[in-house]
């Protein structure tokens, strides 16, 4: 039986391999894809979702997941007290996430007791990485959102493209993201990808895959850009950059 079979196995838990419709949870929840893709609808917006990818929802968060075949994911929920930044906080790949996650489909827990002690380790995690280290708010505008929220997946598109694709002049986009998010368009994004560089670093990962992940051609580029927003010299994010950035 082919790999991408496998989840037609388990009648009771084929929610995991397909999604599931429109709904909502009193408690946070966390959507976590194992393997493969997703495309989750949440409070009228999309977030296309790749292998190892999280999203944090909070509570009574209407929400749909649409799995492609062969993929995997995990929706937990999480106690009161672990509530996202945002309504839905897009993550990234977070990679002490993904060792609990590998973690809970190893072990499987059934009964609530078991379960609890996975739903605390997830809490510390998303705590670690909750804070915004440079804030940053999406512009309201809705093509600008749009616009924003696709620069931080395109890292190589230029404001000339983006704007072109929403049909929209590149000043146009400068005077609407400065005017909703006090930031020029350019600063906004450097800040939005180091925030994402941080939570990778946060969440355990290497400086050289938080630089892939927040879109830096290299590691020695993420850590000028980072010590230049922050202060923190190069030196003390290489040597060590989770007690640099005031991760412990």
């Known amino acids: 039986m082919p790999v991408t079979s496998l989840g037609t196995v388990v009648a009771e838990n084929a929610i995991r391999f397909l999604g599931h419709d429109t709904h909502q949870h009193d408690e946070p929840q966390l959507i976590h894809i194992v393997t493969g893709s997703a495309l989750l609808l949440a409070d009228g917006e999309e977030w296309r979702l790749g292998r190892q990818e999280s999203v944090w929802l909070a509570p009574q968060v209407p929400h749909a997941l649409r799995i492609e075949p062969g993929g995997l994911a995990l929706g937990p929920t999480l106690t009161p007290d672990d509530l ?21 489909l190893g072990a499987a827990p059934g009964c609530a007791a078991e379960v609890r002690p996975f739903r605390l380790a997830l809490g510390r995690v998303l705590r670690r990485i909750s804070r915004q280290y440079f804030p940053v708010v999406l512009p309201t505008h809705p093509a600008v959102r749009a ?11 230029t404001l000339e493209l983006l704007a072109a694709r929403h049909r929209m002049s590149p000043r146009q986009v400068q005077r609407v993201c400065l005017d909703e998010t006090g930031l020029p368009f350019t600063r906004w994004r450097n800040r939005a990808r180091m925030n994402a560089a941080v939570e990778h670093i946060l969440g355990g990962g290497e400086l050289t895959a938080a630089a892939r992940a927040a879109g830096y051609a290299t590691r020695a580029g993420l850590l000028r850009a980072l010590s230049r927003e922050s202060g923190i010299p190069v030196c003390a994010l290489t040597a060590d950059a989770v007690g640099a950035l005031g991760g412990r």
């Open 84 to 104: 996202p930044r945002l309504r839905v906080q897009p993550l990234g790949v977070v990679p002490a996430i993904t060792e609990v996650m590998t973690t809970v």
């Open 147 to 157: 616009l924003a929220r696709e620069a931080l997946c395109d890292h190589s598109a």
